[in-house]
Nanobody
Framework: QVQLVESGGGLVQAGGSLRLSCATSGRTFGPYAMGWFRQAPGKEREFVAAISFSGSSTYYADSVKGRFTISRDNSKNTVILQLNSLKPEDTAVYYC?????????????????????WGKGTLVTVSS
């Protein structure tokens, strides 16, 4: 079992930044690929960003490419999502997720249905 706990959400004005963290614990001796997903009110959960176990492969949704950056520190069992140039449409609950995966990450490998472990989420609200 792997436990995931997100933090760093909050209220920010459009154009601002936030730094989300995902702390992992439990059976963390991978190889776990990690992903961030989000779910806005009344919408389905969607993929945001993913990073391979080694950190050498990353993948982003088109809607966040160039604004969000995913990174990880395996020595600290932490995954970070840096959110810059935030827009009101980025408002959502952001979830961290993990799956056993040793290959480069892509949309198929990191779809919501492919993820095994989920955190409870952290709310990001972007005001206009």
């Amino acid at each position: 079992q792997v436990q995931l706990v997100e933090s760093g959400g909050g209220l920010v004005q459009a154009g601002g930044s936030l730094r989300l963290s995902c702390a992992t614990s439990g059976r963390t001796f991978g190889p776990y690929a990690m992903g961030w997903f989000r779910q806005a009110p009344g919408k389905e959960r969607e993929f945001v960003a993913a990073i391979s176990f080694s950190g050498s492969s990353t993948y982003y949704a088109d809607s966040v490419k160039g604004r969000f950056t995913i990174s990880r520190d395996n020595s600290k069992n932490t995954v970070i999502l840096q959110l810059n140039s935030l827009k009101p449409e980025d408002t959502a609950v952001y979830y961290c997720a993990a799956r056993l995966w040793s290959a480069p990450v892509d949309s198929a490998a990191m779809s919501p249905g492919a993820m095994k472990y989920w955190g409870k989420g952290t709310l990001v609200t972007v005001s206009s």
